[in-house]
């Protein structure tokens, strides 16, 4: 007999199914209708098992079997029959998670149904009780309505299973398993490092807000690496701008102020100047002066210039006191010639008077 969920098209199903109608007893609609109450059953009731996870979350599953004849042995009731074909099914199908599951099997031709109970199913409602609900829809089975019969028969045990479910007599015992705590730490762990990646990301953001227009494509390794090369470019601009500065300008030297210079003219300063920075020294006087005669210069014969004669004080002092006491004119100095000649002497007066 075909399974329905890996042999769909054996059982007159064009996907995976809980119906397998390879005798094609009932139409598809029905079918149909059949797999709608049955998924409603698994996904509106608490799962039974000892241990139910996330992917073991849905309810009871339902299976139905149609079919027109069973393979009976020989010496053997069909009812007995049709009772040991039933449980080998169940087992081969396999619908439940931990034998929760419930089998209806119906063979028209022989006239004969059987409900089975998986041991899990039976801990919430015996198998008396799914016999009892196969006797309410029999009447539809002896009319050869088989779809109604069967269609009976899931609603009464869906209605059953959300009444008990209402008083609390039938729930889901969900315990923690390993994997579960493991991807709770996982989540909580990614969940920080993305939180903490959104804060370094919004600090990056405020602080680096002048560089957003380097982050106009989707790359952001592209966006980083044309912001150095900009940074770069304009670092050997700004250098570059300076060396230029540099070469053209001018250079300036400070000249020294007055307080400097007054400063170095001061005994200290000059103690500490080398002797290359010393001033040269006053060349000697000359030795060759005019001569006075009287207050007034003599003119040397051979048509030299007058010259002064510094080493003869006495003569100067004589000459410095007969022009202050005498009131007489110098005869020499009459001619003006030799006022004309005279170095050193006064043009707007007619005598000449020098002192050393």
Not at 115 to 138: H, K, M, N
């Amino acid at each position: 007999y075909p399974h329905p969920i890996t042999q769909p098209r054996y059982c007159n199903r064009y996907r995976a199914s809980f119906v397998c109608d390879p005798d094609r007893v009932i139409n598809k609609k029905q079918a149909d209708s059949l797999d709608w109450i049955i998924e409603r059953i698994r996904n509106e009731t608490l799962c039974i098992c000892p241990t139910c996870g996330k992917s073991q979350a849905r309810g009871i599953t339902l299976g139905v079997a149609i079919m027109e004849h069973i393979h009976r042995p020989h010496n053997l009731p069909m009812s007995e029959a049709v009772r040991l074909f039933a449980e080998r099914l169940r087992k081969q199908w396999g619908l439940g998670h931990c034998d929760d599951d419930i089998l209806l099997l119906i063979s028209t031709k022989d006239k004969e149904s059987h409900t089975l109970v998986g041991p899990a199913v039976s801990d919430v409602f015996p198998q008396e009780v799914a016999e009892q609900i196969f006797l309410e829809s029999r009447g539809h089975f002896a009319n050869c309505d088989f779809y109604e019969g069967l269609e009976s028969m899931v609603q009464s045990y869906f209605d059953m299973l959300r009444r008990l479910q209402l008083k609390g007599l039938v729930g889901a015992r969900v315990q923690s398993t390993p994997g579960t705590s493991a991807g709770v730490i996982v989540g909580i762990v990614f969940g920080a490092l993305a939180v903490m990646l959104l804060a370094v990301g919004a600090v990056l953001l405020l602080v680096r807000r002048c560089d957003a227009q380097y982050f106009s494509t989707k790359s952001i390794p592209e966006a980083l690496r044309r912001m150095r090369e900009l940074r770069s470019a304009r670092h050997r601009h700004h250098f570059g701008r300076q060396n230029s500065k540099g070469a053209t300008s001018p250079s300036y030297v400070r000249a020294p102020t007055a307080t400097a210079v007054v400063a170095a003219t001061t005994p200290e300063a000059q103690k500490l100047t080398t002797p290359l920075a010393t001033p040269p020294p006053k060349p000697p006087r000359s030795s060759l002066t005019p001569t006075l005669s009287n207050g007034c210069y003599e003119s040397p014969s051979g048509g030299e210039a007058p010259r002064l004669n510094v080493s003869d004080a006495s003569d100067s002092s004589d000459d410095e006191r007969s022009t202050s006491d005498s009131d007489g004119e110098c005869t020499s100095c009459d001619s003006e010639a030799a006022i004309a000649s005279t170095p050193g002497a006064s043009s707007s007066s007619t005598r000449t008077h020098a002192t050393v």
